[in-house]
């Protein structure tokens, strides 16, 4: 089940005169044509622009901010550069702040969504295990991780539309799978939406272990939501294959791991079997055997986005069960905070959206130039 338009609608007043109606309509009428419905959102309708042969242009950013520095610094030098350019929408990819040694207080989320609504274009936001998975540690003031992600939801995700200064209606998974302080409840961070034929969907699928690991690890809790991540991505595909959409975006948070190659950033995974090799709690292998079993039927471009391991790459992890390569796959991993070095890897990724290309997505790394610092800019 997913929100309607029904859900949510604004009261309005009957008119008395028919000329006032007809005023309405045309200013409506005006705004819709521009893409923006009265109070300044996005229509959300999919192909609301026309045929545009050169595309679109999305900003994607996660793992941020992380210090002193980057909060009164990096985060608003990265968010000046991409609203100096023609976003379509930006979506952070979750961890709104250091694991360790910073509280998941309220000025935490209120501090965040001042952010979000400085972006001039539509912003979208998932979860990340630093911002609620993470905040039963002592050292983030020993908070309860189910509230906070209940906190978030009241926060971030209270009504159909995006964050940022123009806002886009989403889809939203209002069954309630996902478990909350008091029981089920719908996962309302889970969205979609569809742009000019290229589908996009977020679902929350944080760090550590997805929940089953680190301090208080929550069992009941990732099983309801694991299920209810598994529902949306499946949905997400049947949706695009019947708009027909060129492509499909997933952004999440955590790195789950994907092949043998790189245990210093993820957990090391069998790539035909999907399993961890470690022997650790494991909260992501029947999710990654759903999405590729979506992948290869789906056949057409699928981009994977996370952040959570700090490092910017876009490549092709992602085998099937015979270990060959799947072709349409591509995993996206923004750029995160450097800690060692301050203000290091602010930096943000800009897709080029083209859904009439063959790959449909082109990526270009944003090198923010105010934070610049092994090599200042010229």
Excluded at 58 to 71: E, F, N, R
Excluded at 99 to 117: E, H, I, K, V
Excluded at 169 to 194: I, K
Excluded at 238 to 249: C, T
């Amino acid at each position: 089940m997913t929100m309607t338009d029904d859900r949510f609608a604004e009261n309005r007043r009957p008119s008395m005169r028919k000329r006032f109606v007809l005023a309405v309509g045309l200013c409506i009428a005006a705004a819709l044509a521009s893409g923006l419905a009265a109070d300044g959102r996005s229509s959300g309708r999919d192909d609301d622009d026309g045929d545009d042969d050169e595309g679109y242009a999305i900003g994607l950013w996660g793992d941020l901010p992380y210090s002193a520095t980057q909060i009164v610094v990096g985060v608003p030098n990265l968010i000046a550069d991409m609203n100096a350019q023609a976003l379509r929408f930006t979506v952070h990819d979750g961890d709104l702040k250091a694991g360790s040694n910073s509280p998941c207080n309220d000025a935490l989320y209120t501090q965040s969504l001042a952010y979000f609504n400085s972006l001039k274009a539509p912003a979208a936001f998932t979860p990340g295990d630093n911002d609620w998975t993470d905040c039963d540690r002592a050292s983030n003031g020993g908070f309860s991780s189910l509230e906070r992600l209940d906190h978030e939801r009241q926060i971030f995700f209270s009504t159909p539309f995006s964050l940022g200064q123009h806002r886009m209606r989403q889809e939203v998974q209002m069954t309630p799978l996902c478990l909350g302080v008091s029981g089920p409840v719908p996962c309302v961070e889970n969205r979609r939406w569809t742009v000019r034929g290229v589908t996009y969907a977020t679902l929350n699928v944080p760090g550590s272990c997805n929940n089953l690991c680190d301090t208080a690890p929550d069992p009941a809790e990732w099983l309801a939501r694991n299920h209810a991540n598994i529902v949306w991505m499946q949905e997400t595909f049947a949706d695009a294959n019947a708009r027909r959409s060129a492509a499909i975006m997933f952004i999440t948070q955590a790195n789950p791991g994907w092949d043998l190659s790189d245990g210093t950033r993820a957990p090391l995974r069998d790539p035909r079997t999907l399993a961890e090799t470690d022997g650790q709690p494991d909260g992501f292998q029947d999710y990654l055997a759903a999405l590729r079993d979506e992948v290869i039927a789906f056949r057409k471009p699928v981009a994977y986005v996370h952040g959570d391991s700090h490092y910017f790459r876009v490549d092709k992890p992602f085998l099937d069960a015979a270990g060959r390569r799947l072709e349409n796959f591509t995993r996206v991993e923004t750029f995160g905070d450097n800690q060692a070095n301050g203000n290091n890897d602010v930096h943000w990724l800009k897709v080029v959206v083209n859904p009439r290309s063959r790959e449909v997505f082109a990526y270009q790394p944003q090198i923010v130039p105010l934070n610049r610092t092994a090599v200042p800019a010229a």
